[in-house]
């Protein structure tokens, strides 16, 4: 793993700056809870009955806002229903969680069938340093299992988010972790590539211009109720048009 993680000789020779910002991080960070609110609802009134399920971490979760109507779950919901969509949604996320996490959880979890899948997930396997094959591995048996088991559709995996312009991180740490993230997210949108129904979709932070406090929730590292929100849209707008036929 450090072979990955230290892709460059300057990471080795920063090692233990590193090793001693993380632990300084992880010491100070403030702890944000999982935002209130119920995880299964109805949005909308038309007669199609879509039914989505979100996936993942605590991006996922929401944590960063207080309720669950500004997080993913309602702003996504809503969004969808301003768009004429009745769309059924349950929100299965915990933060904390890696791929594994995330693969475990579908495994457990009792049969049951979901027309769209959005997952947001990555971020914990950066900062648990999970290894390129472990990663890659994941993702793959996540998308066969929802197919498989879940009868899904489409499945939207949101892209890992630029970790190096969280406020937490010092520098060199953030530098370290960004280029990480950049690494698993471009396996990740490789691997949406090769399997059909599988969407990679990209952030549009930088089309909404968003400034680097204004991306980030009070801790530093989580979203904002803003990032929450341009995360809904280009969501909300790719299941729109995989139900119109455009994408």
């Not at 944590?63 to 229903?81: C, E, H, K, M, N």
């Not at 990209?202 to 904002?224: I, N, V």
Request: glycine share 10%; aromatic share 10%.
């Amino acid at each position: 793993m450090a072979i990955e993680l230290f892709g460059r000789r300057r990471d080795y020779l920063l090692a233990l700056i590193y090793y001693a910002q993380a632990k300084r991080v992880a010491k100070t960070v403030l702890r944000l809870p999982e935002p209130d609110g119920v995880r299964a609802g109805r949005f909308g009134d038309d007669g199609r009955g879509i039914s989505l399920a979100i996936f993942g971490d605590s991006a996922a979760a929401g944590v960063g806002v207080d309720s669950q109507d500004d997080a993913p779950f309602g702003q996504i919901g809503w969004g969808l229903a301003e768009q004429g969509f009745g769309i059924n949604v349950e929100l299965h996320a915990t933060s904390g969680h890696t791929s594994f996490d995330l693969l475990y959880r579908l495994y457990v979890m009792g049969a049951c069938r979901f027309d769209v899948a959005i997952i947001s997930i990555g971020v914990n396997d950066v900062v648990k340093a999970s290894s390129n094959k472990a990663w890659t591995d994941n993702l793959h048996a996540i998308i066969t299992l929802l197919k498989r088991k879940f009868g899904v559709s489409h499945i939207l995996f949101l892209s890992l988010p630029p970790m190096h312009l969280a406020p937490s991180l010092p520098t060199p740490l953030n530098g370290l972790i960004g280029r990480r993230a950049m690494a698993l997210d471009a396996m990740l949108a490789q691997i949406c590539q090769a399997h059909q129904g599988v969407h990679y979709v990209k952030d549009e932070f930088d089309k909404a211009k968003l400034d680097r406090q204004a991306m980030f929730a009070k801790d530093g590292f989580h979203p904002s109720k803003l990032t929450y929100q341009v995360w809904a849209d280009t969501l909300v707008g790719c299941v729109a048009k995989l139900y119109s036929n455009e994408c």
